[in-house]
């Protein structure tokens, strides 16, 4: 047991030590500084002079936004055509099937919201031309939101301005300077320490018993590399970092809980970096690593300990709660993967969280819930960024001082939009929980086939889902058979909507402050880089969650904890 806390504690630290310095490295990007990538200066200006762009013009928040949406338009129809065609198109050495529309809608929504809901399973029903897509998607969906984050950083940095940056080059260079090298890197590890990279279709091995084996494999390091390191979670194996071709030891669980963390991280070092504020950096470390701890602390504590009924059977546990888990990992190893890929919006699994016991399903569930304890890439602190909005107006009129974020004026027109954006997550998240709730209630018979577990585990199978698909995160409890078309559907629209609006939000309340008039720093200035100012935004993120939140998981994990002792 002290030896698995011991990694954790490694895994976390090395995460920090290597965060700080590509924080700057992201930082000089923003700013269009000099990077040890200047050599690819070349290929990106001949990039940018094919497709017709100027990376120099600036860009407001509209553009930034009309760039974003159309680009992503063009990205799901070239996604609908590959899915629903693989059959015939090459790259299909195992000869696996198209997908049906529903599916290939909610794979190619979850993909380029950088979801990655997995309905299917990789190895089965996905050709190596439609991995190689969502490959694709995996690095652009990820620089799409780091672009966004770079452009909202750019509009807090200025004193007075309306321009932003420019979305295309942002874009470009997030790939080529940041996702691009780092994957390669990681890819190459991966690949050293026995993961599989080829085009090669199924193997066939003989086993001990005789028996004729078809082992699925392909170009599974590459996929891993930009599915960890862009909070991507989509795997190549239905099993995802479970399956031992994607995950074959501590080793590569080391290094693929590093990469979950590691831009997160990184982004929030980038801020202080570009804002000269690196107080304030180290103020929102804290408090999204407090909040982690709240959650991963206690769900370590009950993995360790294993299932009661089952000790009740007079059963020893010593490795903990078991089920669903790697031996070659452990329980310690597999909890604190489960939070840090649902509080990061990764959603990869290298253990089966339906397994875990009930208030550590709900811990995970919590971190998708508030969404904001380091995030997605880019989106992580955009999602923080609202949140901050929130304790910034609230504070002011606490203390009676006019609310002031970073020399700007909060007023009504950011706190609505702060707002909608802040309610719109448990609003996905309870409708469609609550629609699926009522469909299974009135016809029980029609929609057996949804829930591997009835009662209060089921409840929470489903409430998952929705979290999962609302945070953009794509884990699940897996004992939900998702693969039909009202899940598909309904998720799908979900992952759409908790993309692109929680996008849009900050967004626009950035550009709005970028154009106003600049308020230097006084006596009565709120100052928003302390521990008082981060314990405040902390209580707005966890009073907002729990008075949403809190009758759903007492429906599902709660009632579970309680029945089962």
Not at 175 to 191: D, F, G, K
Not at 384 to 395: P, W
Not at 496 to 505: E, S, T
Request: with cysteine; aromatic share 12%; glycine share 10%.
């Amino acid at each position: 047991m002290a030896f698995e806390i011991t990694g954790i504690i490694i895994i976390f630290l090395i995460t920090v030590l290597l965060g700080i310095p590509l924080g700057r490295y992201l930082g000089k990007i923003v700013l269009g500084e000099k990077t040890i990538f200047e050599f690819l200066a070349p290929l990106e200006r001949w990039i940018f002079k094919i497709c017709g762009i100027d990376p120099n013009r600036e860009m407001n928040w509209k553009q930034h936004l009309m760039a974003l949406l159309s680009i992503n338009l063009v990205w799901f129809l070239f996604s609908m055509l590959v899915l629903m065609n693989m059959s015939w198109l090459p790259l299909n050495p195992d000869h696996n099937p198209s997908m049906s529309a529903d599916l290939a809608f909610n794979t190619t929504t979850s993909f380029i919201s950088n979801t990655n809901m997995q309905d299917y399973s990789g190895e089965s029903a996905m050709s190596y031309l439609g991995q190689l897509t969502l490959m694709f998607f995996q690095f652009v969906s990820a620089a799409v939101g780091i672009a966004i984050c770079f452009a909202a950083f750019n509009a807090l940095r200025e004193k007075t301005a309306s321009k932003m940056g420019n979305f295309y080059n942002y874009l470009l260079k997030t790939c080529t300077r940041v996702l691009l090298p780092l994957s390669i890197i990681v890819a190459i590890i991966l690949a050293v320490n026995g993961m599989p990279q080829t085009f090669l279709g199924k193997d066939t091995q003989m086993s001990l018993q005789g028996d004729t084996m078809h082992i699925s494999r392909g170009p599974v390091a590459a996929m891993i590399a930009i599915k960890q390191l862009g909070t991507n979670g989509g795997g190549f194996f239905g099993a995802n970092s479970a399956a031992p071709f994607e995950n074959p030891s501590y080793i590569t669980n080391v290094v693929e809980n590093v990469s979950i963390f590691l831009i997160p991280i990184a982004m929030i070092f980038a801020l202080g970096y570009v804002l000269k504020r690196r107080k304030l950096s180290w103020v929102i470390f804290g408090v999204m690593t407090f909040g982690v701890l709240v959650f991963l602390i206690p769900t370590i504590y009950f993995e360790l300990h294993g299932n009661p009924a089952i000790s009740h059977m007079g059963i020893q546990q010593a490795m903990g709660n078991m089920e669903g888990k790697e031996v070659r990992l452990g329980s310690a190893a597999s909890a604190f993967w489960g939070i840090t890929t649902t509080v990061t919006s990764n959603g990869s699994v290298n253990s089966m969280h339906d397994s875990f016991m009930p208030l550590s399903g709900m811990f995970a569930m919590l971190g998708m819930m508030i969404n904001a304890f380091y995030g997605g890439v880019g989106v992580g602190f955009l999602n923080f960024f609202v949140y901050m909005v929130i304790a910034v107006f609230i504070s002011g009129l606490m203390v009676g001082r006019t609310p002031e974020l970073l020399g700007k004026k909060i007023e009504a027109k950011e706190m609505k939009i702060a707002t909608i954006i802040a309610l719109l997550h448990p609003f996905l998240i309870l409708t469609g929980t609550a629609l699926a709730s009522h469909l299974y209630a009135i016809d029980p018979k029609a929609y057996s086939g949804w829930l591997g577990n009835p009662g209060y585990h089921g409840f929470s199978e489903m409430l998952y889902q929705y979290t999962s698909a609302s945070a953009n995160n794509g884990s699940g409890f897996a004992g939900l058979s998702a693969n039909v078309p009202f899940w598909n559907i309904t998720t799908g629209i979900v992952m759409l909507l908790a993309r692109y609006l929680p996008i849009i939000g900050p967004l626009a309340i950035a550009g709005i402050l970028a154009s106003k008039k600049y308020i230097p720093e006084s006596a009565g200035t709120l100052k928003i880089d302390t521990g008082t100012f981060g314990l405040m935004t902390y209580a707005v993120m966890i009073i907002i969650s729990a008075l949403a939140f809190f009758p759903a998981l007492a429906l599902g994990p709660i009632a579970e904890y309680f029945s089962m002792n």
